[in-house]
């Protein structure tokens, strides 16, 4: 495990991010590869390969509180001025959301972060539900019914309260995101919680509180983000 890190030296770091599960060492780098999404699709035109669609929705840091019904579908949009292309979100209400690309290619702050550690800590919970469920044979979509395979099964909260909101009431009985102390990170993901008894005490809130589910790769971009 690395060794701690303070805030100060982190923002000294190279801007590397991680967006979904694609690694940018710098923010020209994220910003080509959403310039390139926008270059494949004319004004009004849905965002249909899959690649980039899961590209939009994890790039925002703001995702679990902007697209709460969930998204049905992106497109692209002139930008309020009329000089660029930008990404539209239309929810599953109906509703549209526009993003700014370039505030989601700021590297994340130490809030982003935390958040991302806390699906680091749970991990464990999650691949023990997904075992548990090819243990049984039951690796089907519980909003459809139909069977999936294992390259195609998401674990989703879908049916109960948001990872969001499971870990934003941890954080707040802790004392806010400004208690919770990270390790440094050395490859996607390794972030932990430095005290580990706050950590323990994590485990056992998501446990406690998230319901678990399954669905395919088509169905869960388009139910709410979390």
Excluded at 39 to 48: F, K
Excluded at 95 to 120: E, G, I, N
Excluded at 143 to 169: C, N, T
Aim: aromatic share 8%; charged share 25%.
């Amino acid at each position: 495990m690395s060794a701690p890190v303070s805030r100060w030296a982190e923002e000294l770091k190279v801007p590397e991010v991680w967006i979904g599960s694609r690694r940018y060492a710098t923010k020209k780098a994220r910003q080509e590869a959403v310039q390139a999404i926008l270059g494949r699709y004319g004004l009004g035109q849905a965002v249909d390969q899959k690649d980039d669609d899961l590209l939009l929705l994890d790039m925002h840091p703001d995702a679990a509180e902007k697209v709460g019904p969930g998204v049905d579908r992106f497109r692209v949009i002139a930008t309020p001025r009329g000089h660029h292309k930008g990404p539209e979100a239309v929810l599953a209400d109906g509703s549209k959301v526009v993003f700014s690309y370039q505030k989601c290619l700021d590297p994340p702050t130490h809030r982003q972060r935390v958040l991302a550690a806390m699906r680091t800590e749970i991990q464990p919970q999650v691949n023990t539900y997904y075992e548990s469920r090819k243990a049984s044979h039951t690796l089907v979509s519980d909003e459809s019914g139909q069977p999936l395979a294992p390259a195609d099964v998401h674990v989703s909260y879908f049916s109960g309260p948001r990872f969001h909101d499971i870990a934003m009431k941890f954080v707040q009985a802790a004392g806010g995101f400004d208690a919770v102390d990270l390790t440094g990170e050395t490859a996607r993901g390794l972030a932990l919680f430095t005290d580990r008894t706050l950590a323990e005490r994590w485990h056992a809130h998501h446990q406690e509180h998230a319901v678990l589910g399954l669905l395919s790769a088509k169905e869960n971009p388009r139910r709410p983000r979390v």
